[in-house]
């Protein structure tokens, strides 16, 4: 399974930002697949989930309300919409997959993608 994220950039303090992750080498079904992040400086961090049949959706505190994850099985891809960006926003994205059951830890995830800049300006 191979996994390509694109969509990053520079934004201003309350703009949108959408990311893709594209899936290939494998069937797409059967997977979880989760955003992470990670800031300069510190730990990759959990985004937010999506179950293989796109029915439950897990965020973070930190995005409830601001990002939306949803994902196109037919396309193999997965996408977040972000919303209302703020600085503390800014890291890189990485898009992720594993298995069948959902987990918030980095060291559960089979396959990762390259990730993606996301730069929110004040």
């Known amino acids: 399974v191979q996994l390509q994220a694109s969509g990053g950039g520079l934004v201003q303090t309350g703009g949108s930002l959408r990311l893709s992750c594209a899936q290939s080498?494998?069937?797409?079904?059967?997977?979880?697949m989760a955003w992470f992040r990670q800031a300069p400086g510190k730990e990759r961090e959990f985004v937010t989930a999506?179950?293989?049949?796109?029915?439950?959706?897990y965020y973070a505190d930190s995005v409830k309300g601001r990002f939306t994850i949803s994902r196109d099985n037919a396309k193999n891809t997965l996408y977040l919409e972000m919303n209302s960006l703020k600085p503390e926003d800014t890291a890189v994205y990485y898009c992720?997959?594993?298995?069948?059951?959902?987990?918030?830890?980095?060291?559960?995830?089979?396959?990762w993608g390259h990730g993606t800049q996301v730069t929110v300006s004040s």
């Open positions: 992720a997959a594993r298995y069948l059951t959902y987990s918030g830890y980095v060291e559960a995830y089979d396959y």
């Open positions: 080498g494998g069937t797409f079904s059967g997977y979880v």
């Open positions: 999506v179950s293989w049949s796109g029915d439950s959706t």
